[in-house]
């Protein structure tokens, strides 16, 4: 099974990388220096029994993500494409610490505002406003991880205000969490006809942007274990679906 982990920033795909190396890492893990990818990417490996995992640096919004990954896909083959990282969570149901995986991929501020309201690019005629992981896999990655199984929604700008956020729980009553480059990852990962998974930690609620309140190096930790526990899950989908 090789994975592709695409992360926004050097700090997640650290967090990342230490959980899937774990605790006890495997005697002869293949831990190379990291790698710059055409456009400045970093890049880093994970080999693990079952698991080659590369975690990339692709790069805060959506835009950065898919070019980065894209550019990752078309280097080297894989089996699954991984967005991973920290966002903010829906109160009450994702709340600072925890974690969120996605049933469903969401560009949420993609499309038109009209009289009548927000209209989604899908509902424009325009393309896809939705990526659907397996469903087995990310039920079986929420049941391993201890997360909620929930819509993550991608934005280009993040929720500031308790009316932005207002706004987004009544379109999409079920999210769980929102961030930058889900979206972005799954349409370069389908353009390459991949599965793809969303994993988030919650380092913040959604609304009012108050930076004191911020817990990062919690949501950080909480990826880490994240991983260390979703390991052995990518490696028993891999050898049931990888060679189907």
């Known amino acids: 099974m090789r994975a592709l982990i695409v992360t926004a920033v050097a700090a997640e795909a650290d967090s990342v990388a230490s959980g899937l190396t774990g605790p006890t890492p495997h005697p002869d893990p293949v831990t190379p220096e990291p790698r710059t990818l055409p456009g400045g990417y970093l890049l880093s490996r994970r080999d693990l029994p079952g698991l080659a995992a590369d975690v990339l640096v692709g790069g805060v919004g959506p835009a950065a993500a898919a070019a980065a990954t894209a550019t990752a896909l078309a280097l080297a083959e894989y089996s699954l494409v991984v967005s991973a990282g920290i966002g903010g969570g829906f ?3 994702a709340p600072v610490g925890s974690l969120v995986v996605a049933d469903a991929l969401v560009a949420a501020d993609l499309g038109a505002e009209t009289p009548d309201g927000f209209l989604d690019v899908q509902e424009l005629g325009f393309g896809r406003s939705v990526h659907l992981p ?5 039920a079986r990655a929420a049941e391993a991880t201890g997360a909620l199984l929930a819509p993550v929604l991608t934005v280009s700008t993040v929720t500031g205000t308790a009316e932005g956020a207002a706004r987004l729980a009544a379109r999409h009553p079920l999210a769980g969490a929102e961030a930058m480059e889900g979206f972005g990852v799954a349409e370069a990962a389908a353009a390459h006809g991949l599965p793809v ?10 609304g009012p942007r108050d ?3 911020w817990r990062i190096g919690d949501a950080l930790a909480a990826l880490t274990a994240g991983f260390r526990a979703l390991g052995p899950v990518l490696v028993t989908w891999g050898e049931r679906h990888e060679h189907r």
């Open 211 to 213: 930076r004191d309140a």
């Open 197 to 206: 998974l969303e994993v988030r930690a919650v380092s913040n609620a959604v």
């Open 134 to 138: 397996p469903a087995e896999l990310a």
């Open 91 to 93: 109160a009450p149901a």
